[in-house]
């Protein structure tokens, strides 16, 4: 339920990790919009304590040793497993910012407590899109994309859904882009880290090298749009501008362009669907970025 205030109650599963952090990021430029109602983590506990201080969540969950864990309880607050805590009364919108499939029994329970999902656990479409994806249809749930690529298709999918004819899927190639073939089986996993425009986590830094990460998002986008698998496509754009590209029926292509900035797509989400001015986020300049770029991918990486 909406707060008696007009806020949006939140639980964020993995508020500790990237997208978690980006979109407290979000919640504090919109005080008044959110109302972070539950936080869920692995073993941060550290950020998770600085982080209950800061939010005062009524709700937890975490792993770690009882000891740690009770110091984390203040002012009523209660832990409780993951299934229960996105299924409170005063969640209205789960955030599954978690790696893994542990975000798929929680966010099968929110749906079936008609939450809204703002998705960015790839795993649980990978895993179980159908399951997921059938179950948010008959409950009438929004699953809301928080990744920039799916989140780009939505926005320009918005209103025309019916005569789309193509997705483009936006990749901007990894760290090792531009690697010699030859040199492939001899690069480090530090070098896979080092991603050339996006700043994210380990795992989803990792996968964006070996492109593991585009394969999950074609899954995704057939599962969250209904598109059939040979009417998605895969880019490569270097530039990371522009996140994702829709055709229509009629050759006409919407493109969804911004600076590489994850808060973006997650304010979208957060909001639906409402757009409102944002001035933390780096406006897109046409004439500073220059030219864009695409090529195809080399089936041989």
């Known amino acids: ?46 950020l998770l304590g600085r982080q209950i201080e800061e939010f ?28 229960e805590l996105v299924c409170q009364d005063e969640v209205d919108v789960v955030v599954t910012a978690t ?5 798929i029994a929680p966010t099968l ?6 939450k809204q999902i703002a998705l960015a656990n790839k795993e649980t479409i990978v895993m179980a899109g159908e399951i997921v994806t059938s179950l948010a249809n008959s409950e009438g749930v929004d699953l809301m994309p928080l990744d920039s690529e799916p989140n780009a298709i939505w926005q320009c999918m918005r209103g025309e859904r019916a005569t789309v004819s193509k997705l483009i899927i936006t990749a901007s190639g990894g760290a090792f882009r531009d690697t010699p073939l030859g040199q492939l089986s001899s690069v480090t996993p530090e070098q896979a880290l080092r991603h050339p425009t996006w700043a994210m986590g380990r795992k989803i830094t990792v996968d964006s090298a070996t492109l593991m990460n585009k394969a999950f998002e074609v899954i995704e ?12 496509e895969v880019v490569i754009h270097p530039q990371s ?13 919407k493109a969804q362009l911004s600076k ?6 997650i304010q979208y989400a957060l909001l639906y669907p409402e757009r409102i001015e944002n001035s ?22």
């Open 241 to 253: 501008v522009i996140h994702s590209m829709v055709e229509f029926v009629d050759g006409s292509v």
């Open 56 to 83: 005062r969540p009524r709700y937890i969950h975490c792993n770690g040793a009882e000891d740690e864990k009770s110091r984390l309880l203040t002012n009523g607050m209660r832990e409780c497993d993951l299934t």
């Open 280 to 301: 933390r986020i780096e406006r897109f300049d046409p004439v500073a970025t220059g030219s864009l770029t695409f090529q195809d991918w080399e089936r041989e990486r």
């Open 221 to 232: 986008a057939h599962w969250l749009f209904g598109m059939p698998w040979q009417d998605i």
């Open 260 to 265: 590489p900035d994850m808060r973006l797509p």
């Open 109 to 114: 329970a929110a749906i079936s407590a008609r």
């Open 99 to 103: 790696t893994g499939d542990v975000a």
């Open 1 to 46: 339920m909406i707060m008696d205030d007009g806020r949006k109650g939140l639980a964020i599963l993995g508020s500790t990790g990237s997208v978690g952090t980006q979109t407290l990021d979000v919640v504090r430029t919109f005080p008044d919009m959110f109302d972070v109602v539950a936080l869920a983590c692995n073993r941060n506990l550290e």
